[in-house]
């Protein structure tokens, strides 16, 4: 597999960027919530940004591959994800669309390569993206040094699906600034990770650690430039951090 570059200019800030003349792209995820049995809300955070790495670590997103064109425009813009839901039959008509579904302990998330802006698919276009709202019926048990953890900033409120796509973009930023065999152990491991809350008196320590860290854009709930997760991953840790 290739080592594709991180972009030079950080994708998800706010400030003007000549990725701004690109076409703009978006990826879409798609999360399963049947009334009678919605998912939990740091299952379905997992279970999304798992999904963003199994897709950028597809083979139809590399090369001459049917996706790697959406995938190369994609990333030649801003790095936008939007997460809608689905129930019933709009999930099976979701399911009918080229794309990637994960499953994890009790969420199922279908990701879709990227689609322009303003040219989603009708049926997923027509998908609610606003509102989607989760819980825990318990709280998450802590996650060992081993493992990879994309950290929420405790000091922000968000709805479940824009914490998924922010998962998203910490588990992205830690893809890019692995090393092509990290990539591949990670991969070939099956993406495991954890998305935890971290604690306030953590979250200055981890912004400061050298790791990736995400910087919202702004576009919804949150003001431009919020810095929304750090990606913590084992490999990308500074000796005795």
């Known amino acids: ?54 897709l950028l670590g597809d083979e139809r997103a590399h090369g001459d591959g049917e996706w790697a064109e959406a995938v190369r425009n994609w990333q ?63 709280p998450p048990v802590a996650a060992g040094p081993a493992r990879p953890v994309l950290w929420l900033n405790p000091d922000l409120e968000m709805s479940a699906g824009k914490a998924m796509a922010q998962a998203g973009h910490g588990a ?19 993406f495991p990770l954890a998305v935890r809350t971290a604690g306030p008196a953590d979250w200055s320590r981890l912004t400061t650690a050298g790791l990736p860290l995400v910087r919202d854009a702004g576009f919804t709930e949150i003001a431009p430039g919020s810095s929304t997760v750090v990606a913590d991953h084992p490999a990308l840790r500074r000796p005795g951090a």
């Open 1 to 54: 597999m290739s080592h594709d570059p991180a972009p030079s200019a950080h994708p998800f800030r706010a400030e003007p960027d000549p990725r701004d003349e690109a076409p703009q792209y978006v990826l879409p995820l798609v999360v399963r919530i049947e009334r009678s049995a919605p998912p939990a809300r740091t299952d379905a955070l997992e279970t999304a940004a798992r999904a963003v790495l199994v």
């Open 76 to 138: 030649d813009a801003r790095i936008r994800k939007v997460v809608r839901r689905a129930r019933g039959a709009e999930w099976r008509r979701a399911e009918a669309l080229p794309g990637i579904t994960l499953t994890g302990t009790s969420a199922q998330v279908r990701v879709f390569p990227p689609v322009p802006l303003d040219g989603w698919p009708k049926d997923l276009a027509k998908l609610q993206v606003s509102g989607t709202e989760l819980d825990d019926p318990e």
């Open 172 to 190: 992205q930023l830690a893809w890019w600034a692995l090393s092509d065999a990290e990539r591949a152990a990670w991969r070939d491991a099956g």
